[in-house]
Structure formats: C-alpha cells, structure tokens
C-alpha cells in the first residue's frame, strides 16, 4: 500500500469516473487502475463498483476512502511541519466557508488575498458547519470559517471578528414604528429561519427564547437556506428575520429603512477560523487569519464582544 494508491483513490471517489481521475492525477487511465487494481489485491477487498455509472465505492470502499483522507492528511503533515520550521508561507490551504458568511466576505476577501505578499493559495468552498467540522478532521480540508464555539475537543479555534444581530422588517409589521424591536415580545410564528442544517438558526431561536413549535397560525411556511431568500420572503409576505451585521452593511440603500436594532440586547455571533488540534502551519493559520481581518470592518474586531456571543447550535 502506497500513498500514490490511496490519492488514487480519493481522485476517483471525487470524480467518480477512472479517466477524469486518470487526468487530475497527471497518470494515464491503465496505469491508475492497475495501482487502484494491486490495492484491492492487497487488502482482498473491492474498493470500487465497477458496474454501475458512475462508479460509485463499495460499503469497505467508503471506509478505506475516508481512512485515506486521513493518511494523507497527515502524511503531508511532515513537509508543513518542515515549512513551517522554515517560516515558509507558501502552498495550498482549502478553506470551507458557511454559506451566512460566504456571499458577503468572500468578494472582500479575495480582494485581499490579491493584495497580500504571502504565496498562499487560498481554496475555497462554501459548506455548512457539520460539513466543515467533518471535512477539517477527515483532512479533506484545512480549515474552516464558522460561527463559534464548537465545542469540539478535536478544533482549535481562532476567534477572527464578532457581528451583531438584527432585526429585517416588513414596512407593514406592527413594529414598524419602533426604532428598536424587543424579542420578548415577538411571536415566533412571525420570523422566518434559515433551515436546520445552518448554526445561524440555532442562534436566532436562542435570541428569541424559545423554538418555533406550532405552525397553525401560518396558511403556509418557509424555511430557507439563504439570507437573501428570506429578506425577499419579508418583503413581499411580511413578518421579520433576523440577520447578521455583516448582511445588514450588504443590504441595498433601499432596504436599509427596514432594518431595527435589538432592545436591550448586545448578542453578537463569533466568526472564528477553525482547523484541527493537529494543525502544524500555524503560521499560515495566522496569516489567513490576518487577511480575513483585513477584510471585515475594523468596529468588528473588539474582543470586548466576546462575552456578548450567542451559543451555537448545529
């Protein structure tokens, strides 16, 4: 068993197809399934189906795969160790960015990663936070950049800013008038969520107090998977959300009218970046984490608002 074997196949559990692995891997087809071949030899075991389209992993297959991601990952341990020695700040590191944060930071980020001296490849992908979690320790990616704490004894994470909460509004909505929008006295029924698989929903039912546990009052419900879905279910259906700070500075001129400060309520959301207790290039982790800084407003860098974060559930 080699390392080139279990690269091989984790290139064709990605693609699921021998050529296009063939390719990515700069190898011809024979000679990648000839060592794909030698491996389920080697273990007696088929790691791959080779009858259906697209070729898909057997049950063990999916096991050894997962296990191979993990090998990799710290096998290529050795030469970060090695650089980072060196103080070298160069090479590839894969970001996973939940889809609440992505659309609003990603465009200043990569701006700055373009002006930054470091000769890091930033790769990045938009997943949410299970999917980060799972991925930073099956080492298919080196971190993430998640709304925190965790809580996973397995993480390290690396607080980078901290947003405040607000409320969205429809002109039409009884609160309209207020300049500020006391939770408590909101019903559940009203707000619109993001679906379950996003912390930021967890958050927004801490901030009210309780879970939304009947949907009677409502002909019909909504649960979405994108801020922007929800502002635009707002406006045109009524009712309210609840979003980030980040969310609310992207918001058109327009909508900025719409928007209400939380009463008595300074709650912010911690956005940290995230990579596994194993991690040795801390210096690149810190130069990421310095670029992503560069790229949020300066009002959202006081640590003082830490003992304000909101507890997050996924």
């Given at each position: 068993?080699?390392?080139q074997?279990?690269?091989?196949?984790?290139?064709?559990?990605?693609?699921?197809?021998?050529?296009?692995a063939?390719?990515?891997?700069?190898?011809?087809?024979?000679?990648?399934s000839?060592?794909?071949?030698?491996?389920?030899?080697?273990?007696?075991?088929?790691?791959?189906?080779?009858?259906?389209?697209p070729?898909?992993?057997?049950?063990i297959?999916?096991?050894?795969?997962?296990?191979?991601?993990?090998?990799?990952?710290?096998?290529?341990l050795?030469?970060e160790?090695?650089?980072?020695?060196?103080?070298?700040?160069?090479g590839?590191?894969?970001?996973?960015?939940?889809?609440?944060?992505?659309?609003?930071?990603?465009?200043?980020?990569l701006?700055?990663?373009?002006?930054?001296?470091?000769?890091?490849?930033?790769?990045?992908?938009?997943?949410?936070?299970?999917?980060?979690?799972?991925s930073?320790l099956?080492?298919?990616?080196?971190?993430?950049?998640?709304?925190?704490p965790l809580?996973?004894?397995h993480?390290?994470?690396?607080?980078?800013?901290y947003?405040?909460?607000?409320?969205?509004l429809?002109?039409?909505?009884?609160?309209f008038?207020?300049?500020e929008?006391?939770l408590?006295?909101?019903?559940?029924?009203q707000?619109?969520?993001?679906?379950?698989?996003h912390?930021?929903r967890g958050?927004?039912?801490?901030l009210?107090?309780?879970?939304k546990?009947?949907?009677?009052h409502?002909?019909?419900?909504?649960?979405?998977?994108?801020l922007?879905?929800?502002?635009?279910?707002?406006?045109?259906?009524?009712?309210?959300?609840?979003i980030?700070?980040?969310?609310?500075?992207?918001?058109p001129?327009?909508k900025?009218?719409?928007?209400?400060?939380?009463?008595?309520?300074?709650?912010?959301?911690?956005?940290s970046?995230v990579v596994?207790r194993d991690?040795?290039?801390?210096?690149?982790?810190?130069?990421?984490?310095?670029?992503?800084?560069?790229?949020?407003?300066k009002?959202?860098l006081?640590?003082?608002?830490?003992k304000?974060?909101?507890?997050?559930q996924?």
């Amino acid at each position: 068993m080699t390392i080139q074997q279990l690269e091989y196949i984790i290139a064709v559990d990605n693609y699921r197809h021998f050529a296009k692995a063939a390719e990515a891997c700069h190898v011809t087809q024979p000679t990648l399934s000839m060592m794909i071949q030698k491996l389920e030899d080697e273990l007696n075991v088929k790691v791959f189906d080779r009858m259906v389209q697209p070729v898909e992993p057997t049950e063990i297959g999916k096991k050894i795969i997962k296990q191979a991601h993990t090998s990799i990952y710290h096998f290529n341990l050795i030469k970060e160790l090695v650089n980072s020695e060196r103080e070298i700040l160069t090479g590839d590191f894969k970001l996973g960015i939940i889809p609440t944060i992505a659309s609003y930071l990603v465009p200043e980020l990569l701006r700055f990663i373009h002006q930054s001296e470091a000769e890091i490849n930033l790769l990045m992908q938009e997943i949410p936070t299970y999917a980060i979690v799972e991925s930073i320790l099956n080492g298919k990616i080196d971190g993430g950049l998640a709304a925190t704490p965790l809580k996973n004894p397995h993480l390290v994470e690396i607080p980078i800013y901290y947003e405040k909460f607000y409320v969205y509004l429809s002109p039409e909505d009884n609160f309209f008038g207020e300049e500020e929008i006391d939770l408590k006295e909101i019903d559940i029924q009203q707000v619109w969520l993001l679906n379950n698989i996003h912390c930021l929903r967890g958050q927004v039912e801490s901030l009210c107090k309780r879970k939304k546990e009947d949907e009677r009052h409502r002909t019909a419900n909504y649960e979405s998977g994108s801020l922007d879905t929800l502002i635009n279910i707002v406006d045109y259906n009524g009712g309210l959300t609840i979003i980030p700070e980040m969310t609310a500075m992207g918001l058109p001129e327009e909508k900025q009218n719409n928007l209400r400060r939380i009463k008595g309520d300074v709650s912010v959301r911690e956005i940290s970046l995230v990579v596994s207790r194993d991690f040795v290039r801390q210096k690149m982790a810190d130069a990421i984490g310095d670029i992503i800084r560069e790229s949020v407003p300066k009002s959202m860098l006081d640590p003082e608002l830490k003992k304000f974060v909101v507890d997050v559930q996924y």
